[in-house]
């Protein structure tokens, strides 16, 4: 690669990388559901419905979007998903009360919904090949970033002005930044060889098996990711007598492992076969969940969190890489298929509740957890196939 390659293509990703970042708004959905609850003294049941407000609209959107960029290329649809989060982070801001709060997150999540879709794909059109899980894995990690900073600047926010819906304007001003950016950037996108596929062309892809595993890989995938996050604090108030504050620090674990993780897997990527990553991952995953069926002691729990945080964060670039690799033409569609396995973070909480009440026991929700990773387990030989 020449200088003006190599400076033509850091100008591309930088852009894109911004996206990345505001694609990481929709993991603050869990640390506003408290703020919410708290300040509107709604039930735990109302309150666990909050994050359903988000996650739904990945049920919905994804497949019309895949759709959306075969008529208007992947870069206009990115600049839409970031104009929508705008919006939704500007809301809180002109008026607060619950209705404007559900307004906000329905649209954080449709928002997210066209940029998970949409800004995975356009990463393809500036790297290609064996590289491509590589700087998927990265714009992961800077997504991972403002996931975990978002707890710190709504608790940095209400410590220091009484105001912890601060954090809405200061991410709205990177996504502000975000958008010119990609605005004013050209990136060169392949033609779809699908212009006029539609929705029965889109699900049929679920006919093909290795597509259908995949999907169902991100399901489980997020179910984990999202259900960790749920019963790390809860297995600490469980076995150790906790209080929520101090319990909450399991899932900051969790947070803080998976960025590692992604930081790690940008490198080992581009060097080590996906297939090795992905079975080294889901190994980790599975003793941990299995470890934290009884894990006694905060050290022994806090391990097996950071074993699940580390595992999960290189599962869905090397799912999805893969996905969209395996079906030539119609990167679009699996695209949308694949991000609507978004929905495992919906599916996933009220069964490990469900568990959790039949059982009386956070064991029985480490449980499900347990399933999900078992299912990765089975998914692995799919890693390691040429495409």
């Known amino acids: 690669m020449t200088d003006s390659n190599k400076s033509s293509f850091i100008f591309k990703l930088i852009p894109v990388m911004l996206a990345f970042f505001a694609m990481g708004f929709v993991d603050m959905t869990g640390i506003v559901s408290n703020y919410v609850q708290k300040d509107f003294n709604l039930s735990h049941t109302m309150a666990g419905l909050l994050p359903s407000m988000v996650f739904f609209w990945f049920l919905v959107f994804s497949v019309p979007t895949g759709i959306l960029m075969n008529k208007i290329g992947r870069r206009k649809t990115v600049l839409i998903s970031l104009a929508v989060t705008l919006i939704a982070l500007i809301l809180p801001f002109v008026h607060y009360n619950l209705a404007f709060m559900l307004a906000a997150l329905s649209l954080l999540g449709i928002g997210n919904t066209l940029m998970q879709v949409s800004l995975n794909p356009l990463v393809s059109n500036i790297v290609s090949g064996d590289k491509l899980a590589s700087f998927m894995t990265f714009g992961q990690f800077v997504k991972a970033i403002a996931s975990f900073i978002a707890p710190i600047i709504a608790a940095w926010a209400a410590l220091r002005f009484d105001n912890w819906k601060l954090l809405f304007p200061i991410f709205a001003l990177e996504g502000l930044l975000a958008l010119i950016a990609l605005a004013k950037t050209e990136v060169k996108e392949t033609q779809s060889v699908s212009k006029n596929s539609g929705f029965r062309e889109s699900f049929a892809l679920l006919g093909e098996r290795t597509v259908l595993l995949f999907f169902i890989g991100i399901i ?11 019963t790390a604090p809860k297995i600490l108030i469980e076995r150790l007598g906790w209080d929520l504050t101090a319990a909450s620090a399991g899932a900051s674990i969790y947070f803080l492992f998976r960025t590692i993780g992604c930081f790690a897997g940008s490198f080992l990527l581009a060097k080590i076969n996906n297939g090795v990553i992905f079975a080294v991952s889901v190994l980790l995953i599975f003793s941990a969940c299995l470890g934290l069926l009884a894990a006694p002691s ?29 079906a030539p033409g119609k990167q679009n569609e699996v695209s949308g298929l694949m991000i609507m396995g978004l929905v495992g973070g919906m599916i996933f909480p009220p069964i490990m509740g469900a568990a959790s009440d039949l059982f009386a026991s956070q064991s029985a929700a480490a449980a499900v957890l347990a399933l999900g990773a078992a299912y990765l387990l089975f998914v692995i030989k799919l890693t390691f196939k040429k495409e």
């Open 220 to 230: 489980c995938h997020v179910g984990i990711d999202v259900g960790t996050n749920l």
């Open 298 to 326: 905060k050290a022994l729990i806090y391990l097996c969190v950071a074993m699940i945080g580390l595992g999960n964060a290189n599962i869905f670039p090397i799912i999805f890489s893969r996905a969209i690799l395996s």
